[in-house]
């Protein structure tokens, strides 16, 4: 059964990285994207890596749908049209996170899977052992430099992101509360008194 689950999963994965570079609708390309990543996480749990499974859906699936909202709003797309076709769009979705939820299902109720792996004995030693805890241990202490530059050069990122996203561009009208708030009567309305002229007959 685990080797069923095993090459489900990854015909599921191959079919999802074909729709990626096939279609021509960057939304179906990145539920597609976002579906193999979610496939590929399966496969790590099933080879007993849940830290990498974890990682590649948090960091990957959450990475992708910040940047594809990213490059939206950089290159002022009509959301409004995009909204027109939800409706059309929301099955591919829909189809998308069942296939996601029944991969948990399957992840979770297969146990512990053994896929052509090491003999028993050197799966039971590694069964005893947390891979999370031990690559923790490493990070933390060996590579916490590296660690922490990386943080850095990824806050930087974050922080030059919302620079270009909040950026005035020239020729363009803000809306400044402040000052609305503080408008008075003088400020909007002028009373210009003009002498009356007689009217002349021609």
């Given at each position: 059964?685990?080797?069923?689950?095993?090459?489900?999963?990854?015909?599921?994965?191959?079919?999802?990285?074909?729709?990626?570079?096939?279609?021509?609708?960057?939304?179906?390309?990145?539920?597609?994207?976002?579906?193999?990543?979610?496939?590929?996480?399966?496969?790590?749990?099933?080879?007993?890596?849940?830290?990498?499974?974890?990682?590649?859906?948090?960091?990957?699936?959450?990475?992708?749908?910040?940047?594809?909202?990213?490059?939206?709003?950089?290159?002022?797309?009509?959301?409004?049209?995009?909204?027109?076709?939800?409706?059309?769009?929301?099955?591919?979705?829909?189809?998308?996170?069942?296939?996601?939820?029944?991969?948990?299902?399957?992840?979770?109720?297969?146990?512990?899977?053994?896929?052509?792996?090491?003999?028993?004995?050197?799966?039971?030693?590694?069964?005893?052992?947390?891979?999370?805890?031990?690559?923790?241990?490493?990070?933390?202490?060996?590579?916490?430099?590296?660690?922490?530059?990386?943080?850095?050069?990824?806050?930087?990122?974050?922080?030059?992101?919302?620079?270009?996203?909040?950026?005035?561009?020239?020729?363009?009208?803000?809306?400044?509360?402040?000052?609305?708030?503080?408008?008075r009567k003088a400020d909007?309305?002028?009373?210009?008194?003009?002498?009356?002229?007689?009217?002349?007959?021609?």
């Amino acid at each position: 059964m685990e080797k069923v689950i095993f090459y489900v999963f990854a015909a599921i994965l191959l079919l999802a990285a074909t729709l990626v570079i096939t279609s021509r609708n960057p939304v179906h390309s990145a539920l597609a994207l976002v579906l193999a990543f979610f496939t590929s996480a399966a496969l790590w749990l099933l080879a007993e890596a849940e830290f990498l499974g974890i990682a590649l859906i948090l960091v990957y699936v959450g990475a992708v749908m910040v940047l594809f909202l990213f490059v939206v709003m950089m290159l002022d797309i009509n959301l409004s049209v995009m909204r027109e076709g939800f409706a059309r769009y929301l099955p591919i979705g829909a189809l998308v996170g069942l296939v996601m939820v029944l991969e948990m299902l399957l992840v979770i109720g297969a146990g512990v899977v053994d896929i052509g792996g090491p003999p028993a004995e050197a799966a039971g030693g590694a069964a005893e052992s947390n891979n999370i805890r031990l690559l923790g241990s490493v990070l933390y202490t060996v590579y916490v430099y590296p660690f922490e530059l990386a943080a850095i050069v990824l806050l930087l990122a974050i922080i030059a992101a919302i620079m270009l996203t909040h950026r005035r561009r020239a020729g363009t009208k803000h809306q400044d509360i402040s000052a609305q708030v503080r408008t008075r009567k003088a400020d909007r309305l002028r009373l210009v008194q003009m002498p009356s002229e007689r009217e002349t007959d021609s």
